[in-house]
């Protein structure tokens, strides 16, 4: 069952195929649907967030090119050029039902800054109460693979909290999940409603990019384990059937239950799905035995290896030998400092550093251990 009583504020994001034709050109009729569809929520009073791809392909449309460059300087051109067009198109679509919108870009950078974080949260709280639909997509334009989300079913994913928002659903030209690839495998079976993201479920979304026919799925199962977690619901539509977006909230599509995510607390939450972790400290068997079945305390004797660069208060994975992430964490110390004092009792670190501000490396409070080590 769809619960959609406590739904307020939804989050719709369209990927490009949902706008553009195959040639990339941003398709009106196309959009002209999704944009429908928003107003037909908007109208019934619930507040609206689009998240939208189609920037690089209606630069590439514009420009008449039928593939994307190999440079970087020309992709993000393209997506300048892309976007300003996508920008036009929202607001003449929008306004045919008397509607205005406005557009946010944003990089993975923004969730790292709880400042940022908090701009953005009056700002899109200030478009509702002007009524304006809040556009998001990358800053592509600008966005380099250190700072960036890198696709736009996370960066919805990624806004939820942000918005404050009860459902995400992703359109795509999928009808939802099978759980089998539906164009290889005649017993595919289509599941509307995935009560819980586990290890099953995700095995049907295969290896990524590999099956067609569920393209992009494994980042979309992603997504739907972090929304839920938070305790909010996604829904994954195909944006060519009528009325897909609307009919989510009756039984389109693949609905994935956030009702019982409720429990997971804002911080952990962001330490395990929203930050980006700056770098990785590897950890020996008896340190990984520690953390995941005891909950405790990362201390500096059990870690073997560290790597990439952070300081004091930054997000790192944890390692264990067979170079599985099974945990994620706030380090007390900066990678450097990290480096001096592996290996070494507690103790010792004060006459290595000259300073011993924490006993940990990384406090238990501060760890949240990987779904799949529970
Ligand atoms: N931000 C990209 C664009 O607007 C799309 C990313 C995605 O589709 O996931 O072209």
Request: aromatic share 6%.
């Amino acid at each position: 069952m769809r619960d959609i009583s406590q739904i307020k504020r939804i989050i719709v994001k369209v990927g490009s195929s949902s706008l553009c034709d195959a040639n990339g050109q941003i398709n009106k009729e196309k959009t002209l649907n999704i944009i429908s569809q928003i107003a037909t929520l908007h109208r019934r009073g619930y507040m609206v967030v689009l998240v939208s791809s189609g920037a690089v392909a209606s630069g590439m449309g514009i420009m008449g090119l039928d593939h994307k460059p190999s440079t970087l300087p020309k992709k993000q051109a393209l997506a300048a050029i892309g976007q300003a067009h996508l920008m036009e198109i929202f607001e003449e679509l929008f306004a045919i039902y008397n509607m205005k919108c406005a557009q946010i870009l944003l990089t993975h950078d923004d969730f790292d800054d709880r400042k940022r974080l908090l701009n953005m949260f009056n700002t899109i709280n200030a478009l509702s109460e002007y009524g304006v639909i809040p556009i998001i997509n990358e800053n592509d334009a600008l966005a380099t693979d250190e700072i960036k989300v890198g696709d736009n079913d996370t960066l919805s994913a990624l806004m939820v909290p942000v918005v404050e928002a009860q459902l995400l659903i992703l359109v795509s030209d999928i009808d939802g999940l099978y759980t089998a690839n539906p164009q290889i495998d005649e017993n595919a079976k289509f599941l509307s409603y995935v009560d819980k993201v586990d290890k099953k479920i995700m095995s049907y979304a295969g290896d990524a990019g590999s099956a067609i026919g569920t393209g992009g799925m494994t980042t979309k199962l992603k997504a739907a384990k972090m929304v839920n977690a938070f305790g909010t619901h996604m829904c994954i539509v195909n944006g060519n059937k009528e009325n897909a977006i609307v009919n989510a909230l009756v039984d389109e599509g693949t609905w994935f239950n956030g009702s019982k995510g409720k429990s997971m607390k804002a911080r952990p939450h962001w330490i395990a799905y929203r930050s980006k972790a700056k770098g990785s400290i590897t950890v020996d068997d008896g340190c990984k035995n520690a953390i995941v079945n005891h909950h405790r305390s990362l201390l500096p004797g059990g870690i073997v290896d560290v790597d990439g660069h952070f300081t004091h208060g930054q997000v790192v994975d944890i390692i264990d030998l067979q170079g599985r992430k099974i945990a994620r964490g706030i380090s007390n110390y900066a990678n450097e400092e990290v480096r001096l004092i592996k290996g070494l009792k507690t103790s010792q670190i004060e006459s290595v550093l000259h300073h011993n501000d924490y006993d940990e490396v990384i406090h238990a409070n501060n760890i949240v251990i990987m779904e799949e080590e529970k």
